[in-house]
Nanobody, 112 residues
Framework: QVQLVESGGGLVQPGGSLRLSCAAS??????MGWYRQAPGKERELVAE???????GYALSVKGRFTISRDNAKNTVYLQINSLKPEDTAVYYC????????WGQGTQVTVSS
């Protein structure tokens, strides 16, 4: 069973940037996605990337988030720029649709 470990979150001011990483313990050929879950809300998909590198984004993050992957390292990244307070959430990665057990996620807090 592939395990997913997210990292890179933190506390940033509005307008700041972060780069999140998701390391998988095995090779993933599937579409990979970054999800987030804000307090009191359901988990939502914010970005996805195929094994060939084709990407898709939720409207709320389009133009600010960039997903990428390094298949050789079994790692998926999420560059997040122009952060807004409403981006505050725990960020997770998984296949899309979700197939593997969820990791612990990485907390992103946007606050001045």
């Amino acid at each position: 069973q592939v395990q997913l470990v997210e990292s890179g979150g933190g506390l940033v001011q509005p307008g700041g940037s972060l780069r999140l990483s998701c390391a998988a313990s095995g090779t993933i050929f599937n579409v990979m996605g970054w999800y987030r879950q804000a307090p009191g809300k359901e988990r939502e998909l914010v970005a996805e990337i195929t094994s060939e590198g084709n990407t898709g984004y939720a409207l709320s993050v389009k133009g600010r988030f960039t997903i990428s992957r390094d298949n050789a390292k079994n790692t998926v990244y999420l560059q997040i720029n122009s952060l807004k307070p409403e981006d505050t959430a725990v960020y997770y990665c998984n296949t899309h649709p979700p197939h593997f057990p969820w990791g612990q996620g990485t907390q992103v807090t946007v606050s001045s």
